[in-house]
């Protein structure tokens, strides 16, 4: 295992994986693979630019002869897939192309893994796939309960690897991760807009009440996560990632703004979004169980993401004044003020 294609790898985690594996491993090879869509941003990349380990391609997984292309030319030997359409309000609004990517892209890259004999083809999935979970926790045995066009799609692509495993022998795994949280998040999610919102002094959006459950994982944690099962996972295995336990929206709304000393006032409940799940929470014995653990809790990720995103206005600033990050925010919020 030393010629690692990361597809998506200038996204969000994607790229915070690839930096973790160049530091971390001195002999491997990183090819970051990525369309480069809103979300994919070279920005992410910038301070590997210059090193020799590290390549970039653009290029689209759902293009079959592309992906091909960049196989052979680095003399790949094992994919790490992020690539995917993620977010679920977008899902909501372009349903399509979720299918498109998260779907049809990984059958291309399992096809590529299997005729080129991959060491391992490790696919990144979400908590989102169980649907949600009023009480107890998700093991990975459970049945997938899918409520938004981007949980399918996810649900889809891990079925889609285990196909290739049991039809073909590819030696695949899959970790289904909770909420990440950390530098380079794309400034529409929750996390890193409620954030940048309220260093302007602008309205945080909460949907509904705000007492959904989400665990906010570092997502340096879930690299170490992937990294573990990369290495000595079993094939034709899931492993859940996260840190057990959770955090109500809008305690992670008030201690965001706790944190950067602005009022509860700019909390604005809007309309929920459909089929809202309420909870999530998973059971990660079993990735405990290869020897990792996370190093944060969920008020600790936060802190840490906070302070990036206040010490890093030259990265998110420009995204958010950005015509194209205006529309979706205007398409997403507009009308969606809350009705008592």
Same mark, same amino acid.
């Given at each position: 295992?030393?010629?690692?294609?990361?597809?998506?790898?200038?996204?969000?985690?994607?790229?915070?994986?690839?930096?973790?594996?160049?530091?971390?491993?001195?002999?491997?090879?990183?090819?970051?693979?990525?369309?480069?869509?809103?979300?994919?941003?070279?920005?992410?990349?910038?301070?590997?630019?210059?090193?020799?380990?590290?390549?970039?391609?653009?290029?689209?997984?759902?293009?079959?002869?592309?992906?091909?292309?960049?196989?052979?030319?680095?003399?790949?030997?094992?994919?790490?897939?992020?690539?995917?359409?993620?977010?679920?309000?977008?899902?909501?609004? @372009?349903? !399509?192309?979720?299918?498109? *990517? %998260?779907?049809?892209? +990984?059958?291309?890259?399992?096809? $590529?893994? =299997?005729?080129? /004999?991959?060491?391992?083809?490790?696919?990144?999935?979400?908590?989102?796939?169980?649907?949600?979970? @009023?009480? !107890?926790?998700?093991?990975? *045995? %459970?049945?997938?309960? +899918?409520?938004?066009?981007?949980? $399918?799609? =996810?649900?889809? /692509?891990?079925?889609?690897?285990?196909?290739?495993?049991?039809?073909?022998?590819?030696?695949?795994?899959?970790?289904?991760?909770?909420?990440?949280?950390?530098?380079?998040?794309?400034?529409?999610?929750?996390?890193?807009?409620?954030?940048?919102?309220?260093?302007?002094?602008?309205?945080?959006?909460?949907?509904?009440?705000?007492?959904?459950?989400?665990?906010?994982?570092?997502?340096?944690?879930?690299?170490?996560?992937?990294?573990?099962?990369?290495?000595?996972?079993?094939?034709?295995?899931?492993?859940?990632?996260?840190?057990?336990?959770?955090?109500?929206?809008?305690?992670?709304?008030?201690?965001?703004?706790?944190?950067?000393?602005?009022?509860?006032?700019?909390?604005?409940?809007?309309?929920?979004?459909?089929?809202?799940?309420?909870?999530?929470?998973?059971?990660?014995?079993?990735?405990?169980?290869?020897?990792?653990?996370?190093?944060?809790?969920?008020?600790?990720?936060?802190?840490?993401?906070?302070?990036?995103?206040?010490?890093?206005?030259?990265?998110?600033?420009?995204?958010?004044?950005?015509?194209?990050?205006?529309?979706?925010?205007?398409?997403?919020?507009?009308?969606?003020?809350?009705?008592?």
């Amino acid at each position: 295992m030393k010629r690692i294609l990361v597809t998506g790898g200038a996204g969000f985690i994607g790229s915070n994986f690839t930096r973790y594996m160049l530091q971390k491993y001195p002999d491997y090879e990183v090819v970051v693979y990525d369309k480069l869509t809103y979300a994919g941003n070279l920005d992410n990349l910038r301070d590997l630019a210059n090193n020799p380990r590290y390549a970039f391609v653009q290029g689209d997984i759902a293009d079959a002869e592309s992906v091909d292309s960049v196989m052979q030319g680095h003399r790949i030997d094992t994919i790490v897939n992020f690539a995917a359409e993620t977010h679920v309000d977008r899902s909501l609004l @372009e349903p !399509g192309s979720f299918i498109m *990517t %998260d779907v049809y892209g +990984t059958y291309i890259l399992l096809e $590529a893994a =299997k005729k080129y /004999g991959v060491e391992r083809y490790h696919q990144v999935s979400t908590d989102e796939v169980y649907g949600a979970v @009023e009480e !107890g926790a998700s093991c990975e *045995t %459970d049945p997938l309960e +899918t409520r938004s066009p981007y949980s $399918a799609s =996810k649900a889809g /692509g891990d079925l889609m690897v285990h196909a290739y495993y049991v039809s073909f022998g590819v030696p695949a795994t899959i970790t289904r991760g909770a909420n990440n949280i950390g530098p380079y998040q794309y400034p529409e999610k929750v996390v890193p807009l409620f954030v940048t919102n309220a260093i302007d002094n602008l309205p945080l959006p909460v949907y509904g009440d705000g007492l959904q459950v989400r665990d906010y994982q570092y997502v340096l944690d879930h690299c170490e996560g992937i990294d573990v099962v990369l290495h000595r996972g079993v094939p034709g295995e899931i492993y859940n990632l996260g840190t057990g336990g959770g955090m109500r929206n809008i305690d992670m709304a008030h201690m965001i703004l706790d944190l950067l000393d602005r009022p509860y006032s700019l909390i604005q409940h809007v309309q929920d979004r459909p089929g809202h799940d309420r909870r999530y929470c998973l059971n990660c014995a079993k990735v405990m169980a290869l020897g990792w653990k996370p190093r944060h809790t969920c008020p600790e990720a936060l802190e840490k993401t906070v302070r990036w995103y206040v010490e890093n206005e030259w990265w998110w600033r420009k995204i958010k004044s950005g015509e194209r990050w205006q529309t979706y925010y205007a398409r997403n919020y507009a009308g969606r003020e809350r009705r008592s």
